[in-house]
């Protein structure tokens, strides 16, 4: 069973940049990756989303600023966010599908704010 593991949460300023690692205990060459994230008093929601083979898609509200990607070498996926605003505060969770079941990470806080 793969597990999975977020990093790279922290604190910044609005307009700062963070970016979250996603670590697998296992090899993800063969898995997509949903990224999301769920604000204080709010529901989860979808943040981009990323295929086997590199596709990828995202929240409108975070086109341009938010960029996903993959290390297979590391076993890793990245969620690169810039250009933060105190809207993109929440605990973010990456999420893949294994075996017809969803493996969840821990989460990672992300704090925009001046």
């Known amino acids: 069973q793969v597990q999975l593991v977020e990093s790279g949460g922290g604190s910044v300023q609005p307009g700062g940049s963070l970016k979250l690692s996603c670590a697998a205990s296992?090899?993800?060459?063969?898995?997509?990756v949903t990224w999301y994230r769920q604000a204080p008093g709010k529901q989860r929601e979808f943040v981009a989303y990323m295929t086997r083979s590199g596709s990828s898609r995202y929240l409108e509200l975070v086109k341009g600023r938010f960029a996903i990607d993959r290390d297979n070498a590391k076993n890793t996926w990245y969620l690169q966010m810039n250009s933060l605003q105190a809207e993109d505060t929440a605990v973010y969770y990456c999420?893949?599908?294994?075996?017809?079941?969803?493996?969840w990470g821990q989460g990672t806080q992300v704090i925009v704010s001046s």
């Open positions: 296992g090899r993800i060459d063969s898995l997509a």
């Open positions: 999420m893949t599908t294994l075996y017809g079941g969803e493996v």
